[in-house]
T-cell receptor, first 116, second 114 residues
Framework: AQTVTQSQPEMSVQEAETVTLSCTYDTSENNYYLFWYKQPPSRQMILVIRQEAYKQQNATENRFSVNFQKAAKSFSLKISDSQLGDTAMYFCAFMSPTGTASKLTFGTGTRLQVTL | NAGVTQTPKFRILKIGQSMTLQCTQDMNHNYMYWYRQDPGMGLKLIYYSVGAGITDKGEVPNGYNVSRSTTEDFPLRLELAAPSQTSVYFC?????????????FGEGSRLTVL
């Protein structure tokens, strides 16, 4: 079974600064998908960014980018020019393409606070 | 564009009571999921469905039941509620990896069992 580990329960960053959230995972599969989801205080989970393991190029979405290190099984999220609206819980998640359903395995989350 | 709709948003149950959490999606997704979120524990998969009439257990299915009679609806039934079922429940849906694999979530249902 796959496991996802987020070792930073809480982080804080000042507005306009850059912050990196860490995620490691364990799998024996070669092809898989990784995601970062954001959960603001409203509770609804929103996809931030997605990475396919067979792609070497790191995914980027505006101010959000990842550092995907397949050999190290590491998938960190970098948020540039942090904004107050980035305050949320961030979950790293793993998806295997095998099996009959695209199920996500989540980490325990990192609570990010953006301050003035 | 409603997306994934869950009801109720909040509910308090007494030990031993039963209830159903409703979930409906209007995106014609084949895959639907129920997760529970406990403090500091991330999300755990309870049940999932790959299409109408097909359901399967996830990581933590005990104490729950589901049905999927239509593509749109995926209700979660709690029988004989216990304090250990106090949690926030999320329904989600997806096209699966035939598309981007992205899961679309509802706003969650906070359940307290006293």
């Amino acid at each position: 079974a796959q496991t996802v580990t987020q070792s930073q329960p809480e982080m804080s960053v000042q507005e306009a600064e850059t912050v990196t959230l860490s995620c490691t995972y364990d799998t024996s599969e070669n092809n898989y998908y990784l995601f970062w989801y954001k959960q603001p205080p409203s509770r609804q989970m929103i996809l931030v960014i997605r990475q396919e393991a067979y792609k070497q190029q790191n995914a980027t979405e505006n101010r959000f980018s990842v550092n995907f290190q397949k050999a190290a099984k590491s998938f960190s999220l970098k948020i540039s020019d942090s904004q107050l609206g980035d305050t949320a819980m961030y979950f790293c998640a793993f998806m295997s393409p095998t099996g009959t359903a695209s199920k996500l395995t989540f980490g325990t989350g990192t609570r990010l606070q953006v301050t003035l | 564009n409603a997306g994934v709709t869950q009801t109720p948003k909040f509910r308090i149950l007494k030990i031993g009571q039963s209830m159903t959490l409703q979930c409906t999606q209007d995106m014609n997704h084949n895959y639907m999921y129920w997760y529970r979120q406990d403090p500091g524990m991330g999300l755990k998969l309870i049940y999932y469905s790959v299409g109408a009439g097909i359901t399967d257990k996830g990581e933590v299915p005990n104490g729950y039941n589901v049905s999927r009679s239509t593509t749109e609806d995926f209700p979660l039934r709690l029988e004989l509620a216990a304090p250990s079922q106090t949690s926030v429940y999320f329904c989600a849906s997806s096209f699966g990896l035939s598309n981007t694999g992205e899961l679309f979530f509802g706003e969650g249902s906070r359940l307290t069992v006293l």
